[in-house]
């Protein structure tokens, strides 16, 4: 089944959400309204809490986990994203904190306590270390990342453009009867 209670915790989905029949999504999870979880994406909130803006697109072959409560980390880290995120195809998220208007390229890894503020472009394949903060209005590349200069104004408008694209794009998926739960 793609959404699978854990513990007497049921992922919680707001309107208009779509999640691929091949997705899977665990535990103690909410997505906000009309975002959406495409193919082999897991979502794992098994023992901390992960929270998903609106309008936030998750693509094919990502995973996003937490960091559990434990001697090493008295807390954890949940695992928080904003509004308006693309998150690119095979991404990894560990307990890292996103904020919105957000593009995550692929095969990015962003690791535990990591903070990414509104409105950054973080390249393809790019690692945020644990702990690291990416600040607003700049793209961010590299392995570790380093910031490359600030974003353009082109660049700004593309984060509302590439979500509501998204937006329209599992809506048609749910018109098609693709969604799975």
């Known amino acids: 089944m793609t959404i699978r209670t854990y513990q007497g915790k049921t992922p919680s989905l707001g309107e208009r959400v779509f999640v691929d029949a091949s997705a899977v999504v665990i535990g103690d999870v909410e997505i906000g309204t009309d975002s959406s979880v495409w193919p082999l994406v897991v979502i794992r909130g098994d023992m901390h809490r992960i929270r998903i803006g609106a309008r936030t697109s998750v693509q094919d ?23 308006e995120v693309t998150i690119g195809h ?6 890292c904190t996103l904020g919105s208007r957000i593009l995550v390229g692929m095969g990015s890894i962003v690791m535990d306590g990591a903070v990414i503020e509104d409105e950054v472009i973080l390249g393809a394949g790019s690692l945020v270390p644990p702990g690291k903060v990416l600040e ?16 353009s104004d082109k660049e700004r408008a593309f984060f509302s453009y590439t979500a509501g694209n998204y937006v329209k794009l599992k809506d048609q998926h749910i018109a098609e009867g693709f969604a799975g739960e």
């Open 61 to 83: 072959g990502s995973v996003l986990h937490i960091t559990h409560a434990g001697p090493f980390n008295p807390d954890g880290f949940p695992l928080t994203i904003g509004d």
């Open 90 to 95: 095979k991404v990894l998220l560990h307990g």
């Open 136 to 151: 607003s209005g700049f793209l961010y590349v590299g392995s570790p990342v380093k910031k490359a200069r600030p974003l």
